[in-house]
């Protein structure tokens, strides 16, 4: 058999180790490999190379990124693409595709799933918030950052009596701002699904100072907003690829705070440190599974299908159901973080 696979979206932390599971799986079924070069658009424009079960292979392991590059493409593309994608697949003689990526990507693999090219998916982002699998690899990377960020913001914070805020990536849900925030003890942590209300974050603080402790952190996911009639927010626009571009909501809850406290706050925009460097033993272990499953799959021609972690056990579910809605952070679980606030 001869499979190709491809990075696409966002990179993060774990996806040459799902390379290495492929090649490396591939080889045991005597099957070969290409990887399709910056996602999507390398497939369009035919750009692959041969992956060897070799050496280089084997080391990527450690590796962040992508060996293979990936890249962003607006769907009205994307589709408008199909006929070469097709050609281009049956010239290579390819007879399965396994792309890699978040939901985007998914729902891109389902549409040519849908038109007959023979996929299994594999969830790959930081954010966590593929719908179908329990986690995706990447997010236990950025998490174990992240925390180790506020961890040393707990000590200057201390030091200069500050409320800190830190603002963590997800785009639209806060699985990285509440694992990070809980395992950081943050003593508020702000997250997309639950619109917040700045006078109640100011009180939280104020208590704290109230209280005589020395500071205060606030974590706060990148796609947070303000409860309506709450707070001026300006929004940020859609990007070319038709997602949101933000506009800084740490700093400005941070300025908020300040002019309403009147207490010296700083703040951290985290950004793109959470998706780089090495991943944690957790994600390369959970994206070489995915890796391993995906090109079996494969290899038993279970197509449409999408690898997921339920519980101990990685298993295949319809890419339909992978895509039909992201997984958001229940309230059950904001809940529980709430009773450490303050
Ligand atoms: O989806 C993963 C993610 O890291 C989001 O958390 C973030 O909003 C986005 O990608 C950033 O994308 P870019 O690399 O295009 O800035």
């Not at 099957?31 to 497939?43: A, F, K």
């Not at 190379?49 to 292979?57: G, K, P, S, V």
Request: aromatic residues 6%; contains cysteine.
């Amino acid at each position: 058999m001869r499979i190709a696979t491809l990075t696409s979206g966002g990179d993060c932390p774990g996806l040459n180790a799902v390379i290495r599971g492929i090649v490396r799986t591939a080889t045991e079924y005597g099957s070969t490999v290409v990887g399709y070069e910056d996602g999507w658009v390398g497939l369009m424009e035919d750009r692959r190379i041969q992956l060897y079960d070799d050496e280089n292979i084997d080391r990527i392991l450690l590796r962040g990124g992508t060996i293979l590059g990936t890249g962003r493409l607006h769907p009205d593309k994307f589709k408008s693409g199909l006929e070469q994608i097709r050609e281009n697949l049956e010239e290579a003689g390819i007879d399965a595709l396994i792309p890699i990526g978040g939901e985007g990507t998914l729902k891109g693999a389902k549409w040519l799933s849908d038109n007959g090219i023979p996929v299994v998916g594999v969830p790959k982002t930081i954010d966590n918030d593929v719908n179908g699998t329990d986690y995706t690899f990447g997010f236990d990377t950025a998490v174990s950052v992240a925390t180790d960020a506020i961890d040393r913001l707990h000590t200057t914070a201390e030091s200069h009596n500050r409320v800190m805020i830190v603002e963590v990536m997800g785009r639209h849900v806060g699985w990285i701002a509440l694992h990070a925030g809980m395992a950081g003890g943050a003593h508020y942590i702000v997250i997309p699904e639950v619109p917040f209300d700045i006078a109640e974050i100011t009180k939280a603080m104020e208590r704290r100072f109230q209280l005589g402790e020395k500071y205060g952190i606030i974590v706060v996911a990148e796609g947070a907003l303000p409860k309506p009639g709450t707070m001026d927010f300006t929004e940020g626009a859609v990007d070319q690829f038709g997602h949101q571009v933000f506009n800084g909501i740490g700093q400005v809850i941070g300025d908020e705070i300040k002019k309403r406290l009147g207490h010296d706050v700083r703040t951290t925009t985290l950004g793109h440190i959470q998706r780089g460097g090495t991943p944690t033993a957790f994600d390369r272990v959970l994206a070489t599974r995915y890796g391993v499953h995906a090109t079996r799959a494969c290899h038993d021609k279970d197509f449409g299908k999408c690898v997921a972690l339920r519980g101990e056990h990685v298993e295949l579910i319809d890419l339909e159901d992978a895509v039909g809605k992201l997984k958001v952070v229940p309230d059950s679980r904001y809940r529980t973080a709430r009773a450490l606030f303050g």
